[in-house]
C-alpha cells in the first residue's frame, strides 16, 4: 500500500492507495475515527456491486449503517436530489460525531462532499473513489458541488475528506468506456506536469501493461495533484492548471445535456481542441496537438467534435468559473508537461468557427 499525504494551512489528511483496500474498510475506520454511525452515499451500479460486502463489514463492527443509493449520472448532481439526500440523513439522526462515505466516482464525490459540507453545517466524510476518473481527480483536493441549469459545478464549497481511500482492484469491474474515461485525466497529468508519465503511457503495448501499472500511475496523479493543492489550496492561482482541457470539455457536456459524451470524453476533446488553436496562436510549440491527439486515439478517446452552432458553446464558456470580470484564465501548454495560465477572453476562440 502506498500512502501519500496532503498538508494544508487548516487540515490534513491522507491518500491510501493499494489492492483490495475495499476488504479493509472496517478496520481503516476504525483505526482512524470514532463514529456510532455512518451513512453511505452511493449510487445503483456502485452497490449492486459493493454495497452488501461494505455494509457486512462495518456492521460486524456493530456500527449502524445507512445506505443512501441514488441514480447513476451527471443529472444526480442536481438541488432536487439534495433534498432528498437531506431528508434521508435526519431520519438517520445522523450527528456531527458520525460519519458519511462517498461510495461512487465523480458525480458521488461531489454530490456526497457538497452534502457531508452543508448538512448541519459539516460532518467528516471520507471519499472512497469507484472509478479511475475520481481515484486520481476528483475525490482529491476538496472540491465539492452541485450543478445548475446553466452548467456544471455552479454551486459548491472546499470542503476535504478526512481520508482518501482507493483500491486499484475496483478499476477491475469497470466496463472499457468507464476505465478510458479516467484515462483522459491520468493523460492530463502528464500533458500539464510529467513528460515521463506522457510517455510512459505511450509506450504501453496493451491494457494488461497499463493495469499492471496502474497503483504507480495513481500514486503519481495523485501526487500531482497533491502538489498542486498544497500551494494554492482554494483554486486561485496555479491550481487553476488542473483544470487544463475543462473549460471547453464543461462546455461540450453541457451542450450535448451530459448525455453524449462523458466528462473525460469532453475533456480530452477540450485537451486537444485548445491546444491545437494555442498553436495556432503561438502559445504552444507546433507538434504538441498531435502529440496530444495520437495519445487519445490510443486509449480510446475523442478528439474532436463537430457542432452545428459554435455560439452556444461560447455562451457556456463565458459562465465558466475560471471566467472573472470578462477576463478568461485559460490553460495552455508551452509543450507537453509543461502548462501554463493565460489571461484572455471569449475572443480566443473565435478561430474554432
Sequence with gaps: MKTLNINLKDKNYKILIGKGLRNKIKNILDENF????????????????????IK???????????FIILKPGEKTKSFNILTEVYN?????????????????GGVIGDLAGFVSATFLRG?????IPTTLLAQVDSSIGGKVAVDLDKGKNLVGAFYHPELVIIDVDVLNSLDNRVFYDGMAEVIKYGCIRDEKLFNTLMSFNCKNDLINSMEDIIY????????FVENDEKDTGERMILNFGHTIGHAIEKYYNYEKYTHGESVAIGMYLITKLSEYKGYTDINESNKIKKILIKYN???DINLEKFDDLLETISLDKKNLDNVLNLILLNKIGDAKIVKSSLEFFQEVK
Design 220 to 227: 503519481t496523479c495523485c501526487d500531482i495533484k497533491r502538489q
Design 301 to 303: 478517446l475523442p478528439c
Design 34 to 53: 470514532k463514529f456510532k454511525k455512518v451513512a453511505i452515499i452511493t449510487d445503483e451500479n456502485v452497490y449492486k456491486i459493493y454495497g452488501k460486502e
Design 56 to 66: 457486512q463489514q462495518l456492521l460486524s463492527g456493530n456500527k449502524k449503517v445507512e
Design 123 to 127: 460532518i467528516k466524510f471520507i471519499q
Design 88 to 104: 434521508k440523513l435526519l431520519d438517520f439522526k445522523i450527528t456531527r460525531s458520525d460519519l458519511i462515505i462517498a461510495l461512487g
